[in-house]
């Protein structure tokens, strides 16, 4: 069950936006998402937040100047998703521009698993010439036994990471040369959402900084690190983090320069392969056209292909690669199709007299490690449970990938699970969010009531009860192209959501289109609209209420405002 309620909006701080110069519209929609001045929305450069706020961003600065300096072996290890590989990029395009000597290791996930473990470490350095610096990108945090391993080597490490420490003790850190982290203890950080991509685009502006200092850009010309902000924007948005203030600003930066057509190869081959407009490039483009097919190279086969794509100059090379990434995307879409209908099988093969629970762990011997996480979080978004998906892992063990619902600190559950029964999971790390952990295939039972215990401590009853919180109706003037475009223009994300409106129409025409969308005429107050809702193949009543965000559909050409449903029922 569904429950559709209204988001509070500040009628004081909605009136100011207006008299500040904001469209009606937008003042509404800022001042519901707490928003009171209009200066809270500039994403000029300048209103980024500075590196010296970062805890070790001077440090790592240093110790990057002196390994240039000595032109020592830098290696990046980088994590199989699309904020580890945009972190990747924008580490080897600054370091590369500086005149350091840098590479690049990114680990094969079914073989390696995740982060700086010694067996990477021990890859790393069986390499030619030896490293004398690993830098983590995305990953690190938890990694302390692959830390102690470089330090065994005399190989220096550099942590940059925003994830929470995964193990057991909390405070228990990699003992590296510098850590660089948001959420370290100790950190004053303001923005604590930073992706793993922000935190290597702010290590690198500690480091120019360094650098001019140093007097180093005297005999070379001083790179523009703002060229690097379409990566960042990019792994921002896929990594789904909470867009405050700080990381619009990066979003912002990043998109802008794409609808100016000024970005890496990569990014707009990207665009090209999956058939989106770069002038109206927009949060919707990032997270559910270009980070997807980027993701799909981790998933499926080695994101050494995605860091290939956004490191290369060369437009032809890319959009080669590009045209691969979506060939991939395409197989982990039908994987993906597959493994849901085992899911849904394995779900009605639930006891129907089963007590109802309030968590999901989910196996199936033949299920892709790669594409488990998109399982769970589509059964997540399904049944409004939070919900862990596993799959054999290659030395026996299981790999789980879980998504969590408002309400549960998903990385804070996993420490309740491992801390109320030792020894139960071998690994595990992550956010609220999203979170990853490793068991034994035969604690699989025990793991799924450890967690359902947890869960239930955690989470209300009205919790488990599916909640979408709407911008509320819609005046029909307001239902039209400009002011989808205007939308469109506007950065939303997690934590900052797209607009979400609910009102009642009166149903015209309906019809089923490849089996598995709804596409609707729906009309209000005398006025005609285009509807669509995806993944919905049901016929709905005469009269419905429904959520919907507003949409430009582009036909042969033509624009025209359209209605995306989120969710419906009976008015």
Same mark, same amino acid.
């Given at each position: 069950?569904?429950?559709?309620?209204?988001?509070?909006?500040?009628?004081?701080?909605?009136?100011?936006?207006?008299?500040?110069?904001?469209?009606?519209?937008?003042?509404?929609?800022?001042?519901?998402?707490?928003?009171?001045?209009?200066?809270?929305?500039?994403?000029?450069?300048?209103?980024?937040?500075?590196?010296?706020?970062?805890?070790?961003?001077?440090?790592?600065?240093?110790?990057?100047?002196?390994?240039?300096?000595?032109?020592?072996?830098?290696?990046?290890?980088?994590?199989?998703?699309?904020?580890?590989?945009?972190?990747?990029?924008?580490?080897?395009?600054?370091?590369?521009?500086?005149?350091?000597?840098?590479?690049?290791?990114?680990?094969?996930?079914?073989?390696?698993?995740?982060?700086?473990?010694?067996?990477?470490?021990?890859?790393?350095?069986?390499?030619?010439?030896?490293?004398?610096?690993?830098? #983590?990108? =995305?990953? %690190?945090? $938890?990694?302390?036994?692959?830390?102690? /391993? +470089?330090? @065994? *080597?005399?190989?220096?490490? &550099?942590?940059?990471?925003?994830?929470?420490?995964?193990?057991?003790?909390?405070?228990?850190?990699?003992?590296?040369?510098?850590?660089?982290?948001?959420?370290?203890?100790?950190?004053?950080?303001?923005?604590?959402?930073?992706?793993?991509?922000?935190?290597?685009?702010?290590?690198?502006?500690?480091?120019?900084?360094?650098?001019?200092?140093?007097?180093?850009?005297?005999?070379?010309?001083?790179?523009?690190?703002?060229?690097?902000?379409?990566?960042?924007?990019?792994?921002?948005?896929?990594?789904?983090?909470?867009?405050?203030?700080?990381?619009?600003?990066?979003?912002?930066?990043?998109?802008?320069?794409?609808?100016?057509?000024?970005?890496?190869?990569?990014?707009?081959?990207?665009?090209?392969?999956?058939?989106?407009?770069?002038?109206?490039?927009? #949060?919707? =483009?990032? %997270?559910? $056209?270009?980070?997807?097919?980027?993701? /799909? +190279?981790? @998933? *499926?086969?080695?994101?050494? &292909?995605?860091?290939?794509?956004?490191?290369?100059?060369?437009?032809?090379?890319?959009?080669?690669?590009?045209?691969?990434?979506?060939?991939?995307?395409?197989?982990?879409?039908?994987?993906?199709?597959?493994?849901?209908?085992?899911?849904?099988?394995?779900?009605?093969?639930?006891?129907?007299?089963?007590?109802?629970?309030?968590?999901?762990?989910?196996?199936?011997?033949?299920?892709?490690?790669?594409?488990?996480?998109?399982?769970?979080?589509?059964?997540?978004?399904?049944?409004?449970?939070?919900?862990?998906?596993?799959?054999?892992?290659?030395?026996?063990?299981?790999?789980?990938?879980?998504?969590?619902?408002?309400?549960?600190?998903?990385?804070?559950?996993?420490?309740?699970?491992?801390?109320?029964?030792?020894?139960?999971?071998?690994?595990?790390?992550?956010?609220?969010?999203?979170?990853?952990?490793?068991?034994?295939?035969?604690?699989?039972? @025990?793991?799924?009531?450890?967690?359902?215990?947890?869960?239930?401590?955690?989470?209300?009853?009205?919790?488990?009860?599916?909640?979408?919180?709407?911008?509320?109706?819609?005046?029909?003037?307001?239902?039209?192209?400009?002011?989808?475009?205007?939308?469109?223009?506007?950065?939303?994300?997690?934590?900052?959501?797209?607009?979400?409106?609910?009102?009642?129409?009166?149903?015209?025409?309906?019809?089923?289109?490849?089996?598995?969308?709804?596409?609707?005429?729906?009309?209000?107050?005398?006025?005609?609209?285009?509807?669509?809702?995806?993944?919905?193949?049901?016929?709905?009543?005469?009269?419905?209420?429904?959520?919907?965000?507003?949409?430009?559909?582009?036909?042969?050409?033509?624009?025209?405002?359209?209605?995306?449903?989120?969710?419906?029922?009976?008015?």
């Amino acid at each position: 069950m569904t429950r559709l309620v209204t988001r509070r909006l500040p009628l004081k701080a909605s009136l100011m936006l207006e008299q500040q110069g904001l469209p009606p519209l937008l003042a509404r929609l800022y001042a519901a998402r707490g928003i009171s001045r209009r200066e809270e929305l500039d994403t000029q450069f300048s209103a980024l937040l500075p590196p010296t706020l970062l805890r070790g961003a001077e440090d790592a600065a240093c110790l990057l100047a002196d390994a240039i300096a000595a032109q020592q072996r830098m290696v990046i290890v980088a994590d199989y998703d699309c904020d580890g590989a945009t972190a990747c990029a924008v580490g080897l395009r600054a370091l590369r521009s500086f005149g350091a000597d840098v590479a690049y290791l990114v680990p094969n996930r079914f073989e390696y698993g995740y982060g700086l473990t010694p067996e990477i470490v021990q890859l790393a350095a069986a390499g030619q010439p030896k490293p004398h610096l690993l830098i #983590t990108v =995305d990953n %690190g945090i $938890a990694s302390v036994d692959g830390v102690a /391993a +470089a330090t @065994r *080597l005399g190989i220096a490490t &550099l942590i940059t990471d925003h994830h929470l420490p995964g193990t057991q003790l909390a405070n228990e850190l990699p003992d590296a040369d510098v850590i660089v982290n948001p959420n370290q203890p100790g950190c004053g950080f303001p923005s604590k959402a930073l992706a793993g991509v922000g935190v290597m685009f702010y290590v690198m502006l500690a480091l120019r900084a360094e650098l001019r200092r140093r007097g180093h850009f005297a005999a070379r010309p001083e790179p523009n690190l703002a060229a690097l902000l379409d990566l960042v924007a990019l792994g921002t948005v896929a990594d789904v983090v909470p867009l405050d203030r700080n990381n619009r600003i990066l979003v912002a930066q990043g998109l802008a320069r794409m609808r100016e057509g000024r970005m890496q190869p990569g990014i707009q081959a990207l665009f090209r392969a999956a058939g989106r407009n770069l002038e109206t490039a927009s #949060t919707f =483009d990032l %997270g559910f $056209a270009l980070g997807p097919r980027l993701n /799909a +190279a981790g @998933r *499926l086969a080695d994101m050494a &292909l995605g860091i290939e794509c956004l490191i290369t100059d060369d437009p032809a090379r890319a959009l080669n690669i590009a045209q691969e990434l979506d060939a991939l995307n395409r197989e982990r879409r039908v994987i993906e199709a597959g493994m849901q209908e085992e899911a849904h099988l394995l779900l009605q093969g639930v006891a129907a007299d089963a007590p109802p629970c309030a968590s999901l762990a989910l196996f199936d011997p033949a299920w892709h490690q790669g594409v488990i996480g998109i399982l769970a979080s589509r059964i997540k978004d399904k049944l409004h449970r939070p919900t862990f998906a596993f799959a054999r892992g290659q030395r026996g063990e299981l790999k789980g990938s879980g998504r969590a619902i408002p309400g549960l600190h998903l990385r804070d559950a996993l420490d309740l699970v491992a801390k109320r029964h030792p020894g139960l999971l071998l690994h595990f790390g992550g956010h609220a969010a999203a979170a990853g952990v490793t068991l034994l295939e035969n604690d699989l039972a @025990r793991f799924a009531q450890a967690f359902e215990e947890v869960v239930q401590t955690q989470l209300s009853p009205a919790d488990l009860m599916r909640t979408l919180e709407t911008d509320g109706a819609l005046e029909t003037g307001h239902m039209s192209l400009e002011s989808a475009r205007l939308l469109q223009a506007q950065i939303w994300g997690q934590g900052f959501p797209v607009p979400l409106f609910a009102d009642e129409f009166a149903v015209e025409r309906q019809r089923i289109l490849k089996d598995k969308h709804l596409k609707l005429t729906l009309s209000k107050n005398g006025v005609r609209f285009e509807a669509i809702h995806f993944n919905f193949a049901e016929s709905v009543p005469g009269r419905i209420r429904a959520a919907y965000r507003l949409a430009v559909n582009e036909y042969n050409g033509v624009a025209n405002v359209q209605l995306t449903l989120e969710h419906l029922e009976p008015a």
